[in-house]
């Protein structure tokens, strides 16, 4: 992990009280999200009786995200957050996924869906899982060096230009992204508080549970 820099400027002015209140307001933050994004992922799997199972309309009216396969990895790995959420919501059947998701897809990502399906036909596609499609888009959008990036990042955060809120914003995005790699809260906590500069990382290690 790259070698932790002194606080200066903004951090420094800041009072300690400021300080403990933006780094727990930040921690509390990444970990609801990160418990939502879980609790929408096991939602989504659970087996939905037949007589409750939404359709197209429904699924739409969920303010789904669109993916044009522009924006790389982030955009695509909100994209899949965002609609195994409104598949939860709006009670999708397994069988429906891939033909409500699909119907998302704009630009460049509908032309690589067009060009998929032509050869089998629409229906036949649209029998494959949405694991499937999901690790289709990923070999198309998610070069493994883009993801490694991500990862390598989250891992070893650090505050450019004492800029904490900056700082706290992108690990919130990350936790998102990387929510399968913390194993548990007291981790997440421990990645957020190792990319502080040690001055402030010595005044909060008191939060750690």
Known sequence: MPSKRSS???????????????????????????????AEADNSIREIPVAKRGNYKEFISCQPFYFSGM???VRLIYWFERTESVFSRS???EENKVAFATGTLTNDAL???????????????????????????????????????????FYNPSVKG??????????QELSVLCHNMVP???????????????SIEGNVTALKP
């Open 111 to 153: 032309s690589w869906w067009n060009a998929y399906a032509q050869p089998i036909g629409i229906e036949q596609a649209n029998r494959i899982t949405w694991t499937e499609l999901k690790g289709l888009l990923t070999n198309k959008y998610c070069p493994r060096t883009e993801i490694k990036k991500i990862e390598d990042e």
């Open 91 to 93: 009670n999708c059947a």
């Open 162 to 171: 004492n800029d904490l809120k900056t700082y706290v914003r992108r690990f």
């Open 184 to 198: 548990n809260n007291e981790k997440l906590m421990e990645v957020f508080i190792g990319g502080l500069p040690r």
């Open 71 to 73: 924006k790389g990895v």
């Open 8 to 38: 200066t400027s903004k951090a420094s002015t800041m009072s300690q009280a400021a300080i403990r209140k933006l780094v727990a307001d930040s921690v509390t933050a990444a970990l609801e999200t990160q418990k939502a994004t879980m």
